[in-house]
């Protein structure tokens, strides 16, 4: 199992053209360090990330305040990277929409957009696969294949985000995509200090979310960064032999070194950790997993999100009966817990949790292919 492995140089690019520097992804201080090699007052970072991340926008010949020599420079030895969209596949109600990406690579991710009426949210991937092998989930069965960088994983946000119509915005972004955000720690922790720097996309940190299978270390690294972004822990079981059944990495961090980590976090940023808990039926939804759940969340500051199955083909999992999953609730609501159920949008289109898989080819719902 890996959690951790090597990125493609983010200086490498990735619009197609690697021998350029792609500045999307640069922080303003790697920004600073570039145009001091170009010999460009400082200020000129400030400006670049003004465009980039503030203003979005990534042709070098609008940077208006940008001088005509500098810009040429820059025509010829930077690029800022944007992604392709293969296709987007519309669920019913327009509810959620799904991406299938082409990165230059020629790798493919998933990203989902959600809309209701409060939010509008985009879930996007951290890695391409995932090494974590979940079993009730789609990615895990793809395997992995590579880490993304931080531009790879922007240029999922602003795709999207240059899909909305005008009168919507993004609201939240969680990395619930495919891939274990916390296998690929530097990269997803620069893309959220980019989201949310006031010299990136300015989003708020709260706004954000990261989800974990529960690689304990790495949760605790995480609530030393000074971050106020949520992290959602993938809990799924309330005892280590389903968990382990369900979700191998249990071997070698069990519920109680996660949730151990799951509380320093969330003393450490005096926030609660969100819980999720996928309903699988006779697996984990009995009454006594209900009632163990409930007195291992009187362990830390937390809420529970319960999320019914959704289901994938090649799986065993089914989704139980509504009154089974009611039931459940009910008695994790009895510990003075919050317990919304969660019925995650895009199942008709397979972008529900759990079900991103890049099978290309499959016959599906594809409502409009991307320009
Ligand atoms: S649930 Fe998340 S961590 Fe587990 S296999 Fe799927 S993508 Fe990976």
């Known amino acids: 199992m890996q959690e951790q492995s090597k990125n493609n140089s983010e200086l490498m690019g990735t619009s197609g053209s690697p021998e350029k520097i792609n500045l999307k992804g640069l922080t303003l201080s790697e920004l600073a360090g570039l145009v001091a090699e170009w010999d460009e007052p400082k200020y000129r970072a400030a400006q670049l990330a003004s465009w980039i991340y503030g203003k979005r926008v990534s042709n070098f010949e609008h940077m208006s305040n940008l001088p005509k020599g500098f810009r040429a420079k820059l025509m010829k030895e930077a690029s800022i990277s944007e992604v392709r969209a293969v296709s987007c596949t519309v669920s019913d109600a327009d509810v959620a929409t799904k991406y299938l990406f082409e990165l230059t690579s020629g790798d493919k991710v998933e990203s989902v957009l959600m809309h209701d009426q409060e939010r509008t949210t985009i879930c996007i991937s951290s890695q391409v696969g995932c090494a974590m092998a979940c079993d009730f989930c789609a990615t895990g069965k793809m395997g992995f294949f590579r ?24 609201t939240n972004v969680v990395f619930m995509g495919m891939g274990e955000p916390l296998a690929n720690y530097d990269q997803t922790l620069k893309s959220v200090r980019l989201l949310s720097d006031s010299d990136g996309y300015g989003m708020s940190e709260k706004r954000i979310t990261i989800s974990t299978v529960g690689l304990a270390p790495r949760m605790r690294q995480l609530a030393r960064e000074g971050l106020k972004c949520n992290l959602a822990l993938s809990l799924n079981a309330a005892t280590d032999n389903v968990r382990t059944r369900l979700m191998p990495i249990n071997e070698k961090y069990p519920i109680d070194e996660v949730l151990a980590a799951a509380k320093e976090w969330a003393l450490a940023t005096k926030r609660k950790a969100t819980l999720e808990y996928v309903l699988i039926r006779d697996v984990n939804d009995a009454d006594a997993d209900a009632k ?4 291992l969340m009187s362990r830390l500051p937390c809420k529970l999100n319960l999320i019914p199955f959704n289901e994938i083909e090649d799986s065993e999992f089914r989704r139980p009966e509504l009154n089974r999953i009611e039931c459940f609730r009910q008695i994790v609501a009895s510990g003075q817990h919050v317990a919304p159920i969660r019925f995650s949008k ?8 759990g079900q991103l898989r890049t099978d290309f080819g499959k016959p599906g719902t594809m409502i409009r292919k991307a320009s």
């Not at 880490?147 to 993004?170: G, P």
């Not at 895009?346 to 949790?353: L, S, V």
Request: charged share 35%; proline share 0%; aromatic share 2%.
């Open 147 to 170: 880490n993304l960088s931080a531009s790879e994983i922007l240029d999922q946000f602003t795709a999207i985000e240059r899909d909305l119509s005008e009168d919507k915005a993004v």
């Open 292 to 295: 163990r759940l409930r007195k």
């Open 346 to 353: 895009g199942h008709d289109i397979a972008a529900a949790c």
